[in-house]
């Protein structure tokens, strides 16, 4: 007999570690010098982007935290925006997440976790032995998390516990033991005054180091006492984070100047602290990060299709809604999800392709669902006004006006900056309509 229910497995450590394990991964360590070039080579510049993307996130994150505990079904941003604007309207986020965003970012972490692998073994970064180590890690969080439901629930809290310590290395010597006397100051010879422009500019890609923390209320509808634990992982998760990737940045800037960290990145900073034994071990954590990365994303992933599914609009909704009885989950929602995100991964070896399109595409058109989201937040309190809400975003409106905003001024600096990828989002996302299904 086939099940359509997912059962309560997964306590406040999961639903914390599914926020910092997602959102620490590899973007705060690869994302520094992208950053630092975005910003023209002005360190202020550049922290203050990650000041204002945590502050932006953290602002969503209260925003959304009422939401999550208002409605604990699992789907998170999908259920959210069902229950505001209706079938449709929540069936097309479902669908941009199954053909656009989770997909790419899995194919993103599955690479990323087999380039900094090879890196980690001594060995040349060429395609083939990237794709010799990351197609294995794709295939492995798939298994475990379609067949071994509570192993991916602790794999997530020890690999987010291990992820800390190559940021906590770093954040620690490089604050004490920084040589750089001017960590502030913006390189000789380069012409970079501080503007709104350049720090819009650089928020695009602050943003995809930030992103993923809505993915923790996909699983709401599976956590325990949801009401109360789905807002404190999301808020303690967030702060922890702001703290850490600010914190880091000025340890590497303290460690070197902006010229020679844009060009070096974390493993110049790495290598001048530590020296190459122990830089080896960081990109041990790194190939670790990306790992734990990739399986929160996956933990979450594949729930998807299994969510529009049972909602009653996807194709063949009878096959994607059914739950293993055996392994409870969904094995068939997962299996789509895992096709679609191998031949993103494997996209970039055949054709030659750059892997970072499906990293700039799914951020570049999520904020515009969160801000979406965000409006939504106020038209469901005049909508059901008698909705039992355990918890409730401080100071509103103020707060979820101001993450709307944010989320709308990224939305646009993307646009501004990446045209075409914002382009290519729009024709992926309304390609689901074909496919929506009324009941």
């Not at 602002?59 to 079904?73: D, K, N, Q, V, Y």
């Not at 020890?158 to 100051?185: Q, R």
């Not at 059914?322 to 995100?341: A, N």
């Not at 070896?349 to 904020?367: C, L, N, Q, R, T």
Request: proline share 6%; charged share 10%; hydrophobic share 55%.
């Amino acid at each position: 007999m086939k099940e359509t229910k997912l059962h309560e497995k997964y306590g406040i450590s999961v639903a914390t570690a599914m926020v910092i394990g997602i959102v620490v991964g590899i973007g705060i360590f690869f994302k520094a010098e992208a950053i630092l070039k975005a910003s023209s080579l002005n360190p202020k510049v550049a922290i203050l982007a990650w000041v204002l993307g945590g502050t932006i996130t953290i602002l969503a994150g209260l925003t959304a935290a009422e939401l999550g505990a208002a409605i604990p079904e699992t789907g998170g941003l999908v259920a959210y925006i069902r229950r505001i604007y209706g079938d449709f309207a929540g069936f097309m986020t479902g669908w941009m997440h199954v053909v656009l965003y989770l997909p790419g970012l899995v194919a993103v972490l599955a690479y990323y976790t087999g380039f900094f692998a090879t890196i980690f073994l001594g060995i040349e970064s060429t395609p083939t032995n990237v794709a010799m180590i990351s197609i294995p890690a794709f295939i492995s969080v798939f298994v475990i998390n379609l067949f071994m439901a509570k192993s991916g629930g602790r794999l997530q809290t020890l690999v987010t516990a291990v992820k800390i310590i190559p940021l906590a290395g770093l954040l620690i010597f490089g604050l004490l033991n920084g040589a750089n006397p001017t960590p502030f100051s913006v390189a000789p010879g380069i012409d970079s005054p501080f503007s709104m422009s350049l720090v819009l500019a650089a928020l695009v890609p602050v943003m995809f180091a930030y992103d993923g923390w809505m993915l923790a209320c996909s699983i709401g509808g599976e956590i325990k006492n949801p009401t109360k634990n789905l807002p404190r992982a999301i808020i303690f998760g967030l702060g922890l984070i702001i703290v850490l990737y600010v914190g880091l940045n000025i340890a590497l800037l303290k460690t070197l100047p902006a010229n020679l960290l844009a060009e070096q990145g974390t493993v110049g900073a790495a290598n001048l602290l530590f020296g190459p034994i122990a830089t080896k071990a960081i990109f041990g954590g790194i190939v670790i990060s990306a790992y734990g990365t990739l399986n929160g994303l996956t933990l979450a992933g594949i729930r998807f299709p299994y969510t529009l599914a049972i909602e009653g609009h996807f194709p063949m909704k009878k096959h994607f809604s059914e739950v293993s009885t055996r392994f409870d989950t969904p094995l068939k929602s997962g299996f789509l999800i895992g096709t679609i995100s191998f031949l993103y991964l494997i996209a970039p070896f055949i054709i030659g392709m750059s892997i970072d399109i499906f990293a700039d595409i799914p951020v570049a058109i999520i904020w515009a669902f969160y801000s979406v989201l965000f409006i939504g937040l106020i038209i469901l309190r005049k909508k059901e006004p008698n909705l039992v809400r355990p918890y409730k975003v401080p100071l509103y409106p103020i707060i979820p006006v101001l993450a709307a905003i944010g989320g709308i001024g990224i939305t646009i600096s993307a646009t501004v900056n990446q045209p075409y990828y914002m382009l290519y989002s729009i024709i992926i996302v309304l390609s689901g309509i074909p496919f929506y299904r009324k009941k």
